[in-house]
């Protein structure tokens, strides 16, 4: 069973657009969701995490988790040719070892 | 900021031969981890490490790997005898108490020929 679903891309978007990034997953049990941004041949980076549902923002960011439907997104605002990367779901149950389970990432570019 | 180290960044070896992977994390963190990315595919997690032993392994972690903390600093990661398909990227992640705490590192990208 996959845990996690994820839309590879890629996405192209014009500098100043709207970006919605999405994840889905099977396992009712994941309280904890992280996105993760990962440039060519680096570790991710954390971007925003959320605790079960509900919304977080910062900045151009905001992180949305609907648990009943499994579903999360990120979404960035006025995008910028910075923000082009790997954007990583990653998700856990929330039990002190907390392994993660990631999407396969969308690949972003946002051009000038 | 504190990050996690890991070297080589780039290790080519030939099928069979044995392979260590070391990581330095952060220093005041609690958990350590292994994962693993092979190119076009899902970060894929392979240990976890916590009070000086193994606290869950994943499918993947299979006899052919092993994992130690031989020092307050190190964290290796070693392939016994390396198969084709264990080329991929591989890297070590630290945290502490919180479980959004994860710290990655670069990575070493592993070839095996």
């Known amino acids: 069973q996959k845990e996690v679903e994820q839309d590879p891309g890629p996405l192209s978007v014009p500098e100043g657009a709207i970006v919605s990034l999405n994840c889905t997953y099977s396992?009712?049990?994941?309280?904890?969701f992280m996105w993760y941004r990962q440039y060519s041949r680096k570790g991710p980076e954390l971007l925003m995490y959320?605790?079960?549902?509900g919304n977080k923002e910062d900045g151009r960011f905001t992180a949305q988790v609907d648990k009943s439907s499994k579903y999360i997104s990120l979404f960035i605002r006025d995008s910028q040719p910075s923000d082009s990367a790997t954007y990583l779901c990653?998700?856990?149950?929330?039990?002190?070892?907390?392994?993660?389970?990631f999407g396969r990432g969308t690949q972003l570019t946002v051009w000038p | 900021e504190p990050e996690v180290t890991q070297t080589p960044s780039h290790q080519v070896t030939q099928m069979g031969q044995e392979v260590i992977l070391r990581c330095v994390p952060i220093?005041?963190?609690?958990?350590f981890y292994w994962y693993r990315q092979i190119l076009g595919q899902k970060v894929e997690f392979l240990v976890s490490?916590?009070?000086?032993?193994?606290?869950?392994k994943s499918e993947i972690f299979d006899d052919q790997f092993s994992v130690e903390r031989p020092d307050g600093s190190n964290f290796t990661l070693k392939i016994r005898s390396t198969k084709l398909e264990d080329s991929a990227m591989y890297f070590c992640?630290?945290?502490?108490?919180?479980?959004?705490?994860?710290?990655f590192g670069s990575g070493t990208r592993l070839t095996v020929v």
């Open positions: 992640a630290s945290r502490g108490s919180s479980v959004y705490g994860y710290t």
């Open positions: 396992n009712s049990a994941f309280q904890y």
């Open positions: 959320t605790y079960s549902s």
């Open positions: 990653a998700m856990t149950r929330g039990s002190t070892l907390g392994r993660l389970y």
């Open positions: 220093s005041n963190h609690l958990y």
């Open positions: 490490f916590y009070n000086n032993e193994i606290s869950e």
